[in-house]
């Protein structure tokens, strides 16, 4: 199987200690690290992801619909593409692995793809685990091929 992910998730997923919108979102979202850490690719898509699938009820209206996520979007797709040396787009597909999440961390922590997170509300959250060295963070902590 695979993971479909938006482009601004590629950074989300850098910082994700178990913390979310809800008990569901939080399930999810460690049900989907634990796929990544053991092997699964990512399939990079537009829109709701399979971290967005616990959301889309909310009324009046999810946010992962609104324009400005598809702006974050576009932001992280550009920051990653140029900090990785490859285009970063939708129908790609991606393995990651132990060196291509330390490579996105490095440069998230640098602040090298961080023009993606303007607005987001967990930019304090993900700001102090970068700055702590990654302490806590759920990807990558299972072995790896």
């Given at each position: 199987m695979?993971?479909?992910l938006?482009?601004?998730?590629?950074?989300?997923?850098?910082?994700?200690v178990g913390?979310?919108?809800s008990?569901a979102?939080?399930?999810?979202?460690d049900?989907?690290v634990a796929?990544?850490?053991?092997g699964?690719?990512?399939?990079?898509?537009?829109?709701?992801?399979?971290i967005?699938?616990?959301l889309?009820?909310?009324?009046?209206?999810?946010h992962c619909?609104n324009?400005?996520v598809?702006?974050?979007?576009?932001?992280?797709?550009?920051?990653?593409?140029?900090w990785?040396g490859?285009?970063?787009?939708?129908?790609?597909i991606?393995?990651?692995d132990?060196?291509?999440?330390?490579?996105?961390r490095?440069a998230?922590a640098?602040?090298?793809t961080?023009?993606?997170?303007?607005g987001?509300e967990w930019?304090?959250?993900?700001?102090t685990?970068?700055?702590?060295?990654?302490e806590?963070?759920r990807?990558g902590?299972?072995?790896?091929d």
């Amino acid at each position: 199987m695979t993971v479909r992910l938006r482009a601004h998730h590629l950074l989300c997923m850098l910082t994700y200690v178990g913390r979310g919108y809800s008990p569901a979102f939080t399930k999810n979202y460690d049900d989907i690290v634990a796929r990544l850490n053991a092997g699964e690719d990512v399939l990079l898509i537009e829109g709701p992801d399979d971290i967005c699938r616990p959301l889309l009820d909310e009324e009046p209206q999810p946010h992962c619909l609104n324009a400005r996520v598809r702006e974050r979007d576009a932001r992280a797709a550009g920051a990653l593409s140029r900090w990785l040396g490859n285009e970063i787009a939708t129908g790609q597909i991606l393995h990651p692995d132990r060196e291509l999440i330390e490579r996105m961390r490095t440069a998230f922590a640098g602040g090298r793809t961080r023009q993606a997170c303007l607005g987001c509300e967990w930019l304090g959250l993900c700001s102090t685990i970068a700055r702590q060295g990654y302490e806590g963070a759920r990807l990558g902590t299972a072995p790896q091929d």
